[in-house]
Structure formats: structure tokens, C-alpha cells
């Protein structure tokens, strides 16, 4: 088995900043791309951002130049520094990473993580 524990989440004013970390443990040869995902009340769960094993970055329109993914491979820890927060980013943060969990069977397979609360006040 893998699992996802997320941190971090909590309540923020608007123009503060979280750092959201997520380790991934278990049954794990490698892990491939790591991401972040968030769903708002009412809204559909959206990527935020992800990060691949060799470093490269991806990030949706609206965090660019606020949030910032990175990882640490040897602990299998992702993070997101989140600045300039603004109340639309109040959502669920969910967790994400694409496991190969032996060398035997080498497709990836989707682990998300419990989720954490970030709430961002006007």
C-alpha cells in the first residue's frame, strides 16, 4: 500500500502565506510525477500545480508567480509554498503522486492524499 499525508493547511488572511507538504510512504520503487489539486465548495478539483521526477514545473494560470512546487526525492515529500494568498484560493488541497510501486510492473499508478484545508479571509 501507499499513502499521502498532507500538512500545512490552515486559515490565512489575504496577502499571507502557507506551505502545504505532503509524504508519500508504503510500498514505493519510484515515484514519478508529484502534483497538487484543489476543490472548492461547489467547484470541481482543479491541478494547481505539479512537478516531475526530473524537476520540470507546470502550474495553472491563476498561482503562477504566487505558489511555488517543489520536492524533496529522497524523502518522497512534495511541497507548495503558497504567497499572496487571495480568498479564491480557499479550497480542499489534495495531494497527488503517479507510484511505481516494484520493478516488476513499471505503469504508474494514481495515490492521492486525505486532502488539507486552506482558507484564505478578506
Known amino acids: 500500500q501507499v499513502q499521502l499525508v498532507e500538512s500545512g493547511g490552515g486559515l490565512v488572511q489575504a496577502g499571507g502565506s502557507l506551505r502545504l507538504s505532503c509524504a508519500a510512504s508504503g510500498s514505493i520503487f519510484s515515484i514519478n510525477t508529484m502534483g497538487w489539486y484543489r476543490q472548492a465548495p461547489g467547484k470541481q478539483r482543479e491541478l494547481v500545480a505539479i512537478?516531475?521526477?526530473?524537476?520540470?514545473?507546470n502550474y495553472t494560470d491563476s498561482v503562477k508567480g504566487r505558489f511555488t512546487i517543489s520536492r524533496d526525492n529522497a524523502k518522497n515529500t512534495v511541497y507548495l509554498q503558497m504567497n499572496s494568498l487571495k480568498p479564491e484560493d480557499t479550497a480542499v488541497y489534495y495531494c497527488?503522486?503517479?507510484?511505481?510501486?516494484?520493478?516488476?510492473?513499471?505503469?504508474?499508478?494514481?495515490?492521492w492524499g486525505q486532502g488539507t484545508q486552506v482558507t484564505v479571509s478578506s
Open positions: 512537478i516531475r521526477s526530473g524537476g520540470s514545473t
Open positions: 497527488n503522486a503517479l507510484v511505481i510501486r516494484n520493478a516488476l510492473v513499471l505503469t504508474p499508478r494514481p495515490y
